[in-house]
């Protein structure tokens, strides 16, 4: 089988900042609550805050290789008649979109995205089971590859 097309390792970069963004939230407010402990002297509240941000610096350790490793686990390949797109690293899903039942191809970035040159393309077609989302793309990259599955959809249903 011919070699997956991967995504841009900045993407991991992006997921990883997402993610310090939300863990950075919940790590303030439970240091809050363990300096509330502090104040106010009710030892269990400071002793479960700091265990409870500890605990959180451990999981968002762990998130971190995951998420790494996932990103290097998410592949495309176009085929004659397919796009084939591939995550995961436990539990692999392979997703194959037939050109012929594309209804549209979308080209999408969040604020991060955008900030390190990436989108999303999204594959919809007649039935979401084969709907399929690929992130992580040069904006460029996106761009053409949007273009040429279009291209190959429109191609595939002309000849129907």
Known sequence: MTPLNPVSRKYAGVQLI?????????????IAAAVCGIIFDLTWLMILGFALAGACLVA??????????????LG????????????????????????????????SAGPLLRAAGLATITLH???????????GLPRAEAEALRDSVAARGGARLAGL
């Open 18 to 30: 997402g993610s310090a963004i939300g863990w950075a939230v919940f790590l303030l407010c439970l």
């Open 60 to 73: 968002a350790a762990i998130e971190a290789i995951i998420v790494v490793r996932q990103v290097r686990a």
């Open 76 to 107: 495309y390949l176009e085929r004659e008649h397919d796009l084939l797109v591939q995550r995961g690293i436990m539990f692999r899903s392979t997703t194959v979109v037939p050109y012929g039942r594309l209804q549209y191809v979308e080209v």
């Open 125 to 135: 077609t007649a039935s979401a089971s084969t709907d399929a989302s690929l992130p």
